[in-house]
């Protein structure tokens, strides 16, 4: 298999400034004792920057200098190609930039109105099970959701979360992609709260494409109707992820 195009600006292994955040974030979320730290980022985060930065928290928790830290965040309009990503699942390979990474699974969109949940735990003090862990971020999603009366749904067979809608179409409105180094986790989910869903005809996200057989597609909140600011997001977040998390 050919490797995937790659436009010289993705590459998630070269670090760079975070130039496109125009003014601190605001101060780290005191967490309770065995609580992660929250991190909100106001102002889009370039991608490799993001990546080192985490990389970089994931190192310390696992030298146990750092507490976890769920870091919420936006990125500029970019693909991202998992550990799983096929070439032939990015249909304009010169739309946006696109960044190889760690994380498990295929090709997908982050952009503005996408909100990033990086989520960096230790997972050999929360019992080792992965599978329990990706039971829990969908959870997580699922109860944000529900915040907005928005039913969010699994599948079997379909990463990420889903919302029925007529007949038989369902649209993916989050997507779940994970790595684990040295039993910590990192990366994490993405949410689409009022993206431009125009940049998803450029890819087939998360390999799952749409045909007659299978009428699949991608939502957001906006499309469903939901007007939902980013601190009204994030909250809803921080309120979910407290109820699964810390049971």
């Known amino acids: 298999m050919s490797p995937l195009p790659n436009p010289g600006r993705g590459n998630s292994k070269s670090p760079m400034p975070d130039q496109a955040r125009k003014r601190p974030d605001p101060a780290l979320s005191a967490a309770p004792s065995g609580a992660p730290e929250w991190r909100i980022s106001r102002d889009l985060v370039p991608y490799p920057g993001a990546i080192a930065t985490m990389e970089h928290r994931v190192a310390e928790i ?3 200098s750092a507490p976890e830290q769920v870091w919420l965040l936006e990125h500029p309009a ?3 190609a998992g550990t799983s990503a096929r070439p032939e699942d990015l249909l304009v390979p010169d739309a946006l930039p696109v960044y190889r990474t760690g994380r498990g699974g295929q090709i997908t969109y982050h952009g503005p109105g996408q909100r990033i949940g990086y ?3 230790d997972l ?6 992965l ?7 969908e959870e997580w999603i699922i109860r944000t959701l529900a915040h907005f009366d928005v039913r969010g749904e699994r599948r079997e067979e379909r990463i990420g979360i889903w919302v029925a809608g007529d007949g038989a179409r369902e649209e993916k409105i989050a997507a779940i992609g994970v790595r684990v180094r040295h039993g910590v986790t990192f990366h994490g989910i993405g949410l689409n709260r009022d993206p431009d869903l125009r940049h998803y005809a450029a890819i087939v996200p998360c390999g799952i494409r749409e045909t007659e057989a299978q009428p699949f597609g991608v939502t957001s909140l906006a499309k469903l109707g939901r007007v939902v600011s980013a601190e009204q997001l994030d909250l809803a977040l921080q309120q979910s992820f407290d109820a699964v998390f810390s049971r």
């Not at 599978?131 to 971020?137: A, S």
């Open 62 to 64: 696992r030298a146990g």
């Open 78 to 80: 970019l693909y991202t």
């Open 119 to 121: 989520v960096m735990l």
């Open 124 to 129: 050999r003090a929360r019992g080792g099970d």
């Open 131 to 137: 599978r329990r862990f990706i039971h829990d971020l």
